[in-house]
């Protein structure tokens, strides 16, 4: 089974929602709480980055037409090399979404970690934010675990991302059949405790 590829607003869409989570949390604290400004700055930076998530960049190379044979020879060698690109960003696409991803969650948890700092917070809502890095972490460390479950499994790669109560998963093979659904569906169920109707599993063939 051969499913649709995620686009970029779809990728980016795993992590906008830690950032709306963030503003939520800053609108309860902002009845007469003090804010610092740079808190303000980093949750706007996680809403400008979370648009590029899981975008690759394809490069593509410019033909060069002359005549003759040498025309031909010239199309055929940027046709080769177009391709190659390509193929090198289809190879990147797992290992720059997972960075993107990693980078995402850092930054949230960075946030939190300037709201407990914040003398003007009080308790009650400091251990509200603790109780978020927490939940940040645990289900980042669960990505980790479930994806090299994944990959011993015989997939080459695979990239994961948590939205909610939601996971889409995206991994490298040509075809996707449904023992492989069934066993990523086990897998993320055991590890981030996502009930299987909320995965969505995809493929990125090789």
Do not use: P, W
């Amino acid at each position: 089974m051969k499913l649709k590829i995620l686009n970029k607003k779809q990728v980016g869409m795993v992590c906008v929602s830690l950032a709306l989570v963030l503003l939520g949390y800053l609108a309860y604290l902002g009845n007469g709480s003090y804010i610092d400004e740079n808190i303000a700055n980093k949750i706007a930076d996680i809403n400008n980055n979370s648009e590029t998530l899981g975008d690759v960049q394809l490069v593509s190379t410019q033909n060069t037409y002359q005549e003759n044979s040498v025309e031909e020879n010239t199309i055929q060698e940027n046709k080769t090399n177009e391709e190659t690109l390509n193929k090198d960003n289809e190879d990147n696409y797992f290992e720059e979404s997972r960075l993107e991803r990693n980078k995402m969650y850092s930054e949230t948890i960075e946030v939190y970690e300037d709201i407990l700092a914040n003398d003007s917070i009080s308790e009650d809502q400091k251990v509200i934010a603790e109780n978020e890095i927490a939940a940040i972490t645990n289900i980042r460390n669960g990505i980790v675990v479930a994806e090299n479950l994944i990959k011993v499994k015989g997939f080459e790669d695979v990239v994961i991302f948590v939205n909610d109560a939601t996971a889409t998963v995206v991994v490298k093979i040509e075809r996707l059949k449904k023992e492989h659904i069934a066993q990523i569906q086990n897998i993320i169920t055991k590890q981030l405790s996502i009930d299987v109707k909320d995965i969505s599993i995809t493929n990125r063939e090789e």
